[in-house]
């Protein structure tokens, strides 16, 4: 039976593009299932799966819940504003808890990077990061690359612009790492002032101009302004950030071409995107948010590594 090359899923650095590939192939043996008028396997149905999210998800935490109950998994989900952590209990313990109740993997969101590597050194069950702060948001990643690969037919040799606030960006960093691996060019665009200092050592184009990322691309992939992280400043008004690099259908209509646009949500709709924009066909953000079941099934059961797809 084929398998993934590490127990855990922490990022996408570390990984292969044979994972990648063995992952998007069962992805899409998973997608069949969940187009199907039963949704279900039994494939993970010995399997208890904790969703520890110690930071705010809508998509990540709903579609997790929902690829391990499409696997037929014992869930268990937990929110640390609601837990003990309130009264002081550490991570390691808190999870040496959950897991003194036989859980067997865990999908882990943290605030803190490396959160989800320092419980794979001191513990023995599978370690999903669901996004560690500004590092790492693996399943992200690869959800957001078997959708352009779903839509353009391959990522190899394919132009992804990633454009916005890639300082603060757990999202940018894995995309990066993940379309790299699978052959596609990758540029980033933003205000000088939301770019991380060494992502010149990270083989990518940079531009600052967003017309002319546009121009370049087959894909922009826009993300987020994270005000949550911006301790400081970063750029004069969310007004003026929207005029130099929101995407309108304007400046998509001014282009030469017909690109796809991708976000990860939550959008800050009049930000980053128009609205006319995040609505188009031109928008895959609900195809991703769709692939985004099918990625994670592919995930969990890869890394349990046990029984067959269709039984
Ligand atoms: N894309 C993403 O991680 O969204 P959530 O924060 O809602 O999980």
Redesign the pocket.
């Known amino acids: 039976m084929s398998k993934l090359s590490d127990k855990h899923l922490l990022g996408i650095k570390n990984l292969t593009r044979a994972d990648i590939d063995l992952i998007f192939q069962t992805a899409d043996n998973f997608k069949d299932v969940i187009n199907r008028p039963i949704k279900k396997v039994p494939s993970l149905r010995d399997i208890t799966i904790a969703n520890i999210f110690f930071e ?6 709903l579609s997790f819940e929902l690829a391990e109950k499409r696997l037929s998994a014992d869930v268990v989900n937990f929110s640390s504003s609601s837990s003990s952590v309130k009264k002081g209990e550490t991570l390691l313990d808190t999870v040496n808890n959950i897991l003194a109740m036989k859980v067997d993997m865990v999908v882990m969101r943290h605030g803190s990077p490396g959160a989800p590597h320092f419980l794979a050194k001191h513990i023995d069950a599978n370690i999903v990061n669901a ?1 560690d702060g500004t590092h790492e ?1 693996p399943t ?1 990643a690869l959800l957001d690359t078997y959708s352009i690969r779903e839509r353009l037919g391959t990522v190899e040799g394919k132009k992804v612009a990633i454009i916005g606030d890639i300082l603060h960006s757990r ?1 940018a960093m894995s995309n990066i790492f993940a379309l790299q691996k699978m052959g596609a060019e990758v540029m980033v665009c933003g205000p000088n002032t939301l770019l991380p200092k060494h992502i010149d050592e990270l083989g990518l184009q940079v531009e600052l101009d967003v017309r002319k990322a546009l121009e370049w691309c087959d894909v922009a992939n826009v993300l987020r302004i994270q005000l949550e992280r911006q301790q400081i400043k970063y750029f004069p008004s969310l007004r003026e950030y929207a005029l130099y690099y929101g995407i309108n259908k304007q400046l998509l209509d001014s282009l030469s071409k017909q690109i796809t646009i991708m976000h ?3 959008i800050n709709r009049g930000v980053e995107l128009s609205s006319d924009v995040a609505d188009s066909e031109h928008a895959i953000i609900l195809d991703q948010v769709e692939n985004g079941v099918a990625v994670r099934m592919a995930v969990l059961y890869l890394l349990a590594g046990i029984g067959d797809i269709t039984n």
């Open positions: 705010n998800s809508t998509r990540t935490r996004g948001h992200q999202v990860p949500g939550p």
